[in-house]
T-cell receptor, first 114, second 112 residues
Framework: ETGVTQTPRHLVMGMTNKKSLKCEQH?????MYWYKQSAKKPLELMFV???????ENNSVPSRFSPECPNSSHLFLHLHTLQPEDSALYLC?????????????FGPGTRLTVT | GQNIDQPTEMTATEGAIVQINCTYQ??????LFWYQQHAGEAPTFLSY??LDGLEEKGRFSSFLSRSKGYSYLLLKELQMKDSASYLC?????????????WGAGTKLIIKP
């Protein structure tokens, strides 16, 4: 238990569906992250929020839309995804964005796009 | 370009010692992390090195040489529960102060 929770843990969706991934951290951290993890590939950073402001957006397709309503919650809204978007989506938080602070990861959402 | 290299897979015997290497080529350096990830679980933090030398933490140690762009994670007295992937990540502030550059991970298999 890392103090970061994610729901749902598994999600199967069609290419025309709209769904949202939720992340919540109970650590009092100020930074939150979305990562994509595909098999045998490095973690890909998608978005970074610091104090609820988006500070990094790594050329992610617009079919992924993040939302950070407060420093404890982070959402990833999904729409018209492609099969290649199937992956493990990890949320993480840290005390601050940048620097030497370790990131605490949630268990991830295993997404399958059919 | 930015590049992190780690072996894809390693095998070791319970009770032995194993060293997992990580080499990096980045346009800047502001620290190197090691994380452990068991299959189907979240990565968990193991160590952070920003200065050259060896950092010891129980059975795990991490070494850094900035001049060589090299780090290793040393695991002693291996246990079956150490079977996991080990991820190396570098912070490169010249491109972004928020982004870690990640290796693809080394899958460590422990045999009895």
């Amino acid at each position: 238990e890392t103090g970061v929770t994610q729901t749902p843990r598994h999600l199967v969706m069609g290419m025309t569906n709209k769904k949202s991934l939720k992340c919540e951290q109970h650590l009092g951290h100020n930074a939150m992250y979305w990562y994509k993890q595909s098999a045998k590939k490095p973690l890909e950073l998608m978005f970074v929020y610091s104090l609820e402001e988006r500070v990094e957006n790594n050329s992610v397709p617009s079919r992924f839309s993040p939302e950070c309503p407060n420093s404890s919650h982070l959402f990833l809204h999904l729409h018209t995804l492609q099969p290649e978007d199937s992956a493990l989506y990890l949320c993480a938080s840290s005390r601050a964005a940048g620097g030497g602070d370790e990131q605490y990861f949630g268990p991830g959402t295993r997404l399958t796009v059919t | 370009g930015q590049n992190i290299d780690q072996p894809t897979e390693m095998t070791a015997t319970e009770g032995a010692i194993v060293q997992i290497n990580c080499t990096y080529q980045t346009s800047g350096f502001n620290g190197l992390f090691w994380y452990q990830q068991h299959a189907g679980e979240a990565p968990t933090f193991l160590s952070y090195n920003v200065l050259d030398g060896l950092e010891e933490k129980g059975r795990f140690s991490s070494f850094l040489s900035r001049s060589k762009g090299y780090s290793y994670l040393l695991l002693k007295e291996l246990q079956m529960k150490d079977s996991a992937s080990y991820l190396c990540a570098v912070r490169s502030p010249r491109d972004s102060n928020y982004q870690l550059i990640w290796g693809a991970g080394t899958k460590l298999i422990i045999k009895p």
